[in-house]
């Protein structure tokens, strides 16, 4: 109908006007402005700027030509990534002076710096990875398959084993790297033999995968 014709070209108007552009300016801007107040941009705290990513993830896989210009050109954007990122760190250590208490005002470059770093950041991964990993290997498709299960329990297990260290005398760096391989191997091992071969790894996958003891395949 005439109705679902228009609204379908809003979507894609609004669409092309966020996504389109290989300098991704205008879903900076908005992100910036949603993200202004103090909810931050988590899911539960602010659903309007973290659905934008998620919306974004959905039209790229649309977008050919703007999809194979991010997997030609990750380099620059992880360049320009490490550059926000560095002021960013720069201001959170306060080696950049900004007294957002007597200058509000400046809560607008900061959180414009924050969101620079996170899209492009987010750009240069996925050209990364579509560039690198893109050919089939048998490793990298279980840890690929294994991401959704990971994602949704790691932060238990990041959390016990970061206060069960709290009682010992290590240095902060040494513990870092021992929490993420520990998670890293609970997570791995909890998905090989309670998900991959099992109805949850349909439920999270869409199918499930003979067992085997002695791969990872």
């Known amino acids: 109908s005439k109705l679902i014709i228009f609204f379908n070209s809003i979507k894609s108007l609004i669409a092309k006007i966020l996504f389109d552009f290989q300098i991704p300016i205008t879903l900076i801007i908005i992100l910036t402005i949603c993200s202004l107040n103090d909810m931050g941009t988590e899911l539960v705290g602010n659903p309007v700027a973290t659905g934008m990513y998620f919306a974004f993830g959905y039209s790229l896989y649309k977008n050919n030509e703007l999809f194979h210009n991010i997997i030609h050109n990750w380099k620059y954007y992880f360049l320009s990534a490490i550059l926000f990122f560095l002021i960013h760190t720069l201001i959170e250590e306060e080696y950049i002076s900004m007294d957002f208490e ?43 398959d294994g991401a959704y299960w990971m994602y949704l329990i790691h932060l238990p297990i990041v959390t016990f084993i970061t206060f069960f260290m709290f009682q010992f005398e290590f240095f902060t760096e040494f513990k870092f790297l021992l929490a993420i391989i520990l998670t890293t191997f609970i997570c791995l091992i909890t998905y090989k033999f309670f998900v991959r071969s099992t109805y949850i790894g349909i439920l999270l996958n869409g199918r499930k995968y003979p067992f085997k003891w002695n791969n990872f395949k």
Request: with cysteine; net charge positive.
């Open 102 to 144: 007597q200058s509000p005002v400046f809560w607008i470059p900061f959180i414009f710096i924050k969101i620079c770093n996170s899209i492009l950041f987010s750009f240069s991964f996925i050209g990364l990875a579509e560039n690198k990993f893109g050919s089939y290997n048998s490793i990298s498709r279980f840890c690929s």
